[in-house]
């Protein structure tokens, strides 16, 4: 489920870079999408996942602290590119610098830490894991909340308290850009 959003992520990345130079709605959509996806993909990971890896593999402990600082510039990234148009000459600039980070972030946590997670869990563990995420799914952040806190409970109890009000937001933010496609 993991690598599964990570291809989707991949595809919208590869979108992206075949955008002609005017394409700017599409690419503002294009961001808002992966700023969805990232925001709801870090928050399972940082809830569920990498609590997990480190309560059983104490090996990897700095492995997943690096791996929540880079959610952190990957989320403050996006908390910026949600506050800017498409047209800012720094916009494409900003999304292509948060690409190399999450290609970077993709390929180590799938030929380092998903092997290692796969060899220490047995088979159960990692159907229960995998249920566990997939719950987290509904309930986790649709925006980036880069000061909001990255490790249980306080993660727990920030997105419980947000995650409605992510929705709404995210709901406003579409209404805003179908009135702005009307007046421009
Ligand atoms: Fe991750």
Redesign the pocket.
């Known amino acids: 489920m993991l690598t599964d959003d990570h291809r989707a992520v991949e595809k919208l990345f590869a979108r992206f870079e075949g955008l002609g130079p005017k394409a700017h709605k599409t690419r503002q959509s294009l961001v808002e999408k992966t700023s969805q996806l990232l925001s709801t993909?870090?928050g399972i990971?940082e809830m569920v996942f990498y609590p997990d890896v480190r309560s059983k593999l104490e090996a990897l402990n700095d492995t997943v602290l690096e791996?929540l600082e880079?959610?952190h510039l990957v989320k403050m990234t996006l908390a910026e590119l949600q506050g800017m148009r498409s047209e800012d000459e720094r916009f494409a600039a900003k999304f292509t610098v948060l690409m190399e980070c999450v290609r970077h972030?993709v390929k180590e946590?799938e030929r380092e830490l998903f092997p290692k997670v796969r060899k220490a869990f047995s088979r159960g563990e990692l159907e229960a894991l995998g249920e566990r995420l997939l719950a987290a799914k509904s309930t986790a952040p649709k925006r980036p909340h880069p000061e909001s806190p990255d490790t249980p409970p306080g993660n727990v109890v920030a997105t419980a308290l947000t995650a409605p009000l992510d929705a709404a937001a995210n709901l406003a933010g579409a209404a805003r850009d179908q009135v702005r496609d009307l007046v421009t």
């Open positions: 993909h870090a990971e791996a880079e959610h972030h946590e």
